[in-house]
Nanobody, 115 residues
Framework: QVQLVESGGGLVQPGESLRLSCVAS????????VTWYRQSPGNQREWVAT???????GYGDSVKGRFTISRDNAKNAAYLQMNSLKPEDTAAYLC?????????WGQGTQVTVSP
């Protein structure tokens, strides 16, 4: 059974940092691209960042320069380092593992940025 489990969310103040983790089981993780999305109530799901199986990364405009996506295939894990957090970063953060024929999602982890 395939599982993606996110962790690392929490309540932080503006300007602080968090590191989210996405750990996969049941798949050959290195065969998948990994994408982080976020969604807050009343808003559409927003693309945050992607790391391809071959390593290149991409970021949404709203997080570029503040967030860094990485992966450790030996640990079946991907990470999202979030620095200089803003209240508008408040959302549920979800990771997705994608191949040509498969798409898996985690349940998400909540990030709240508030004074």
């Amino acid at each position: 059974q395939v599982q993606l489990v996110e962790s690392g969310g929490g309540l932080v103040q503006p300007g602080e940092s968090l590191r989210l983790s996405c750990v996969a089981s049941g798949i050959i993780f290195s065969n998948y691209d990994v994408t982080w999305y976020r969604q807050s109530p009343g808003n559409q799901r927003e693309w945050v960042a992607t790391i391809l199986r071959s390593g290149p990364t991409g970021y949404g405009d709203s997080v570029k320069g503040r967030f860094t996506i990485s992966r450790d295939n030996a640990k079946n894990a991907a990470y999202l380092q979030m620095n200089s957090l803003k209240p508008e970063d408040t959302a549920a953060y979800l990771c997705s593992a994608n191949s040509a024929s498969r798409n898996y999602w985690g349940q998400g982890t909540q990030v709240t940025v508030s004074p």
